[in-house]
């Protein structure tokens, strides 16, 4: 059999088109966009993922600050913070990096961030503009996702796309994207019975299971368009772990286009929250109300 190429739908050059759209929008703005970082704990991952989200948003022109508060701080003094970003007109976007600790719960804190100012828009109020098609500020790797298929020119339009993953942060507002780009959704996940006759239905196929190598080759359409979300740590000799999708590396051999991990959709997260932070301080400068100025 001769082996399949799938194309690589590759992240860096599809980052770096959005990441200079939000360097030339803040530049047209009086004052650089200011991203508000909060992580609480040492949790290597996260301090590595907020390093590099605060090294990103210097190179496109915006101010940031890491607000790294100790792993025992309570709800009341994470909450208190949170109220501080708020009311401080200086600050356009708020992100509170996941996950918290198991001492904190992530609902009350999500809700207390102010809609206009959630840069991750993972406040009910922009869920919920997300699945009514109305504006809002939208998550960031879902809306990653979308603007990698923009970049490459896969169309979404009366697709058949089966997102496998149903989380806040990926499988439910990537589907709520997809129904508004008029693709035809299908959201499977893990009480799904035979999930390969589901997935094999798709001409797009996007896998945020956090299961590593959950998707095989028997369970891809030849010639489908797969993203590839999984982050999965994989232990090595060497003790520093490598980093490996939820899609089998043999699945190149059957699609037509497939994302890489690393590589792909997390290049797009991190440029598609510097966009966000963009996004919400032109509109706060519409209307600085949002900010809580008082305004007559
Ligand atoms: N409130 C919140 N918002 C998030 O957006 C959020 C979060 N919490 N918690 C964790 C997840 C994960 N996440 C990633 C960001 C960048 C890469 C990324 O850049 N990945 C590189 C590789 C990075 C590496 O080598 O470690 C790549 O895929 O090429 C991955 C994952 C954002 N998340």
Redesign the pocket.
């Known amino acids: 059999m001769t082996q399949g190429t799938a194309q690589v739908l590759a ?1 860096p050059p599809a980052a770096a088109a959005l990441l200079d759209e939000a360097r030339r929008r803040a530049a047209r703005l009086p004052h650089p966009p200011h991203l508000a970082l909060v992580r609480v704990g040492e949790d290597p991952a996260s301090v ?2 907020v390093r ?1 989200k605060a090294k990103k948003a210097s190179e496109v022109g915006l101010s940031s600050h890491v607000h790294a508060l100790p792993g025992d701080t309570t709800q009341a003094d994470l909450l208190a913070l949170i109220g501080t970003l708020n009311a401080d007109p200086a600050v356009s976007g708020i ?4 996950p918290l600790p198991a001492h904190l719960d992530p609902a009350p804190v999500l809700l207390a961030v102010n809609p206009a100012k959630d840069v ?1 828009g993972l406040h009910p109020a922009n869920t919920g503009a997300l699945w009514n098609a109305h504006e809002g500020l939208r998550p ?2 879902p809306a990653g996702i979308m603007a990698l298929l923009a970049h490459h020119g896969v169309p979404v339009r009366g697709a058949r796309v089966v997102v496998v993953g149903r989380s806040a942060l990926v499988g439910r507002p990537v589907a709520g994207l997809l129904l508004n780009a008029d693709a035809t959704v299908t959201v499977a996940h893990r009480a799904t019975p035979d999930l390969g006759a589901v997935t094999r239905g798709a001409d797009i196929l996007i896998v945020a299971a956090g299961q590593a190598h959950l998707i095989t080759p028997d369970m891809v359409r030849p010639g489908a368009t797969v993203v590839d979300v999984g ?1 999965n740590r994989v232990p090595t000799e060497d003790g520093r772990g490598r ?1 490996t999708g939820d899609v089998h590396p043999d699945v190149a051999q059957v699609a037509g286009a497939l994302t890489p ?7 797009m ?2 440029a598609q ?1 510097l966009m966000n932070t963009v996004i919400a301080a032109e509109r706060q400068h519409a209307q600085p109300e949002v900010t809580g100025e008082l305004v007559r």
């Open positions: 992240g590595s993922y590099g992100l509170v990096q996941l991750d960031c790797t982050i980093l991990v690393p590589g792909g959709v997390g290049p997260t991190v929250l």
